[in-house]
């Protein structure tokens, strides 16, 4: 094995003449006011520190391996005195591990708080002949001893190797030690001198609980732990993802990167810190960015969750190497285009996005702050909830409000595929318009192995002289969630799993654009979005060899990235330029707004006790944007196939909806599919189409408008309830009592039995709809029955008061709405009770005069009997009575 001690010539001599002697009155008594620095241990091959010649004969026999040096005097000790080489040993583990000893040192490091490690470091101050052998010991006191930095303590306990479940190896240390006294002070221990990269995976082993300093200027490469655990990554340079490497091949890259880590900890144990350490200022300004540096990192080495750590002895002094821009770099041109991954951008709450209003609020305004700083003209916008545009068009509106009406307009795709984030797009109708309908990619190909985010393309034309290009935004499959079988095609073997499914996407994706191409008669397209691959892997590949620019090349190789993941740095976010778009591109930039910031600056508010929270564009998501310049060749007007109306999303069984608003240009042949088997060929001048649905149900409604170009496609969802009389269910049946929208996660549902006899829940579902949606977000299908006149309570998971449920509640995601969803009680397939309107979003409250449901318990009134389906409106105040926030004395009690 490989020690760093090696690597250091004269080490040992070094650190024998280190330290400083200021002796004081001995702390514990002793036969002898000297002792020798070196006596022998009881392990082969170790010696170390040791007291008087009556605690070891053969001091004398060992002394030659080292000089000797005055110390206190300590208390002949009850356990058997062993150097704390001989604990340590030559190995990952001591050989008297379990055994009860004595040890002596002068304390380097002192974490006792209760937040902090519990414990102390020691170190013997004259090293041995060994290099393989740490002179350093972790003292783990959990009752706190009094000790200070400088003291030569005699410490008795039991050898152990700590380590956690996940760890690949363990920290040797005395475990609450019986007896520590202290012998002298005013001692004092160079730290040995470290540098990175290491000579091996084993380097540090040698110096695990020494005082050790890095005199070299390292890099901030990791800060994804420094608001959850006080930690930053530090190398010799940063860290580059193998696939990405300037000038590395893979493999090369993998091997160096692993010998080039070491987390700079802050002596705590203690989950998200309050304040956070390190950051660059005490108030929400503060970052502490992917590319800072620090020299002189100096502290106690030790071990835990699989990484060499040093915990500080000094606070150290981080320079801003890598400032935050305002903005992104020019691009040049007359137009921009840009793409940015949202993180899930989610108006229904809890889902994958915000998880409270607060949070989405404080998530929506972070994200209009990116977006204006981007100022594209147009924005590609990947992980946006899958909803048919309503979440899209809350950001849009919250983008307006900043920037000015109108500012933006959104691309209506519909409901693309069946995942539940999806790729869109907005545009400055100021300085393009688009051209045709939105085009999304229907290859089964594409789809392969849950690749179920489909690529979306929109033509656009500039505004200024009519030069047209096609945008496509896409969303390859992730890296994670890989598959059960390690042998399976789509395990990792370098490039992240479902590396084969992303080769089969990016083919899909190559041909389906060779088709928009044809069809279209315009070559000019720029492929943007979240590739899932690194620069250098084998998706991107497939676009390069077919002739479509990674136009990030066009940077320097240290500029291209944007994404960090387990302190590598790479690029999973692109621009591909087609042959004859790439002489009309004048640069591109990718803005370092996430990648490089800690997480706990995001807008998330769990756990932080110490919350930075600012409306920046700073840590608004985890990926960069990409940013190129256009300088588009003028183009002759085409007429494109166009289609537009306005489609109902909501409905009644036996009752007919209607298409309004149609409108089709450009086109010979109009059809329309209702979803439930019935197609209709319509004239392309008809301005609507009417419909009657025979039973309740969420139908698919198709409107495809053909001509000698692309076609044009109108999707949309429609919810059709059954059909009701007066707005009230057919007979008595279950209903809603109760529902409670409280603070946080306080909300519950409460369903009431009025019949005389026991009810089979199996045939009851409860659906919540969020925002005006018209496809439910959360199902509970019931189970078991509910007795006569009884109440069944539908709880939140996270319910965070301390009122008591009874035992049948049941805990379901199915009541993480706000006062502005709604709620239907199904069954067989039938709505037979309603909380709000369905497909109609209120703002941020089902209002009724002064009566409104956000932040209140609503209790049915006394004379309500049997459930009531709203209809296009909801009077809140006609069957419910309204309470106080957090009011749950009613639950369980009709």
């Known amino acids: 094995m490989v020690k760093l001690k090696q690597q250091y010539p004269a080490l040992s001599a070094m650190v024998a003449g280190a330290f400083a002697l200021g002796l004081a009155a001995c702390g514990g008594g002793g036969t002898s006011s000297s002792e020798s620095a070196v006596a022998s241990g009881s392990s082969a091959g170790s010696s170390g520190a040791s007291s008087s010649a009556a605690a070891s004969s053969a001091s004398s026999t060992s002394a030659s391996s080292a000089s000797s040096v005055a110390l206190p005097a300590c208390a002949t ?75 030569y303590v005699q410490v008795e306990g039991s050898v152990l190797e700590y ?216 924005l590609a916008l990947i992980e946006t909830q899958n909803d048919a545009g309503y979440s899209l068009d809350n950001l849009v509106t919250a983008l307006n409000a900043k920037m000015g009406a109108g500012t933006y307009r959104y691309i209506d795709a519909g409901i693309a595929g069946d995942d539940e984030i999806t790729s869109a797009m907005i545009y400055k109708p100021a300085k393009v318009s688009p051209v045709g309908n939105v085009q999304i990619i229907t290859d089964t190909n594409f789809a392969v192995s849950g690749g179920i985010r489909p690529s979306i393309a929109q033509r656009f034309a500039a505004l200024s002289n009519g030069g047209m290009f096609w945008m496509v935004a896409n969303h390859l499959k992730s890296k994670g969630s890989c598959p059960s079988s390690s042998s399976s095609v789509e395990a990792d073997y370098g490039q992240g799993c479902w590396n084969a499914s992303r080769v089969t996407q990016a083919k899909a994706l190559r041909d389906w654009v060779a088709s928009l191409v044809s069809s279209s008669g315009e070559s000019d397209v720029l492929m943007m979005g979240d590739f899932n691959a690194y620069l250098n892997e084998d998706p991107l590949a497939v676009l390069e060899s077919a002739g479509y620019e990674a136009v990030l090349r066009r940077l320097p190789a240290e500029q291209r990235y944007s994404y960090q993941f387990d302190g590598t740095t790479g690029a999973l976010d692109h621009a591909f330029a087609s042959s004859s778009l790439k002489a009309q591109l004048s640069g591109i930039s990718v803005w370092h707004i996430n990648s490089e910031e800690p997480e706990i600056i995001d807008y998330t508010t769990a756990s932080k006790t110490d919350d930075r929270y600012a409306v920046s564009p700073y840590r608004g998501s985890d990926h960069d944007p990409v940013v190129v310049g256009l300088t588009l060749g003028a183009d002759a007007a085409v007429a494109a196939t166009t289609l537009s109306a306005s489609v109902p999303s909501t409905g009644t069984a036996g009752t007919a909806v209607s298409i309004t608003n149609l409108s089709a240009s450009n086109g010979s042949s109009l059809s329309v599919s209702w979803g439930d088997g019935t197609t209709e060929s319509l004239a392309t001048t008809v301005t609507g189409a009417s419909h009657t649905y025979a039973a309740a149900g969420s139908y698919s409604i198709t409107l495809t408008l053909t001509g000698s170009g692309l076609p044009a496609k109108r999707i949309s969802t429609i919810k059709i309830s059954a059909a009701s009389t007066g707005g009230t269910t057919s007979g008595p049946d279950l209903f809603f009592s109760e529902y409670i929208e409280g603070t946080s996660n306080n909300k519950a549902l409460e369903i009431y039995n009025p019949l005389s ?47 008591t449920f009874p035992a049948s509640a049941i805990s379901s995601s199915v009541t993480n709405f706000n006062g502005d969803d709604a709620v239907t009680l199904e069954k067989s397939g039938a709505v037979i009770d309603g909380i709000g309107v369905l497909g109609v979003d209120p703002g941020v409250s089902w209002t009724s005069g002064s009566v409104a449901t956000q932040d209140k318990t609503l209790r049915r009134k006394a004379g309500v009997t049997q459930g009531s389906i709203p209809g296009t409106s909801w009077d809140v105040a006609a069957e419910w009575d309204v309470y106080d926030v957090d009011s749950f004395g009613g639950l369980g009690a009709r």
């Open 163 to 378: 380590k956690a479940s996940s760890d690949t190896r363990a920290l040797t240390e005395i475990s609450a030690p019986t007896a520590i006294s202290v012998c002298g002070n005013g001692l004092s221990i160079a730290p040995v001198a470290l540098s990175l990269p290491l000579t091996s995976a084993d380097a540090m082993e040698a110096y695990e609980g020494m005082l050790v300093k890095f005199e070299q200027t390292l890099t901030v490469t990791d800060v994804s732990d420094l608001g959850h655990y006080g930690s930053v990554q530090l190398s010799s340079g940063r860290l580059w993802e193998p696939y990405n490497h300037p000038s590395l091949s893979a493999s090369a890259a993998t091997s160096a990167n692993a010998l080039n880590r070491m987390i700079l900890d802050d002596g705590s144990t203690k989950a998200y810190p309050n304040p956070i350490p390190y950051l660059s200022a005490s108030d929400t300004s503060g970052t502490r960015r992917v590319g800072d540096t620090v020299a002189g990192v100096a502290g106690a080495l030790t071990w835990s969750s699989n990484a060499w750590r040093v915990h500080p002895s000094a606070a150290p002094a981080f320079v801003a190497s890598n400032p935050r821009s305002t903005a992104p770099a020019s691009v040049g041109g007359t137009l921009k285009a840009a793409h940015y991954n949202l993180e899930n951008f989610f108006t229904t709450l809890g889902s994958r996005g915000a998880v409270s209003s607060g949070d989405f609020t404080r998530q929506r305004a972070k994200l209009v702050e990116a977006i204006a700083g981007i100022d594209a003209d147009v």
């Open 77 to 151: 000790p009850t356990n058997p005195l062993q150097a704390i080489t001989a604990v340590q040993g030559s190995t990952d583990t001591s050989p008297l591990a379990g055994q009860a000893v004595a040890v002596r040192g002068v304390v380097t490091a002192i974490f006792q708080a209760d937040t902090q490690l519990k414990g102390f470091f020691i170190q013997q101050p004259v090293a041995d002949a060994d290099p393989l052998t740490s002179e350093g010991l972790f003292i783990y006191a959990p009752s706190a001893a009094t000790v200070a930095v400088g003291d």
């Open 757 to 803: 006899s026991s009810v089979d829940l199996s045939a009851y579902t409860v659906r919540m709809y969020a925002n005006g949606g018209t496809t439910a977000t959360n199902s509970l299908t019931l189970s078991g029955s509910l007795a006569a006149g009884g109440t069944l309570i539908i709880r939140h998971p996270s319910f965070t008061s301390t009122y």
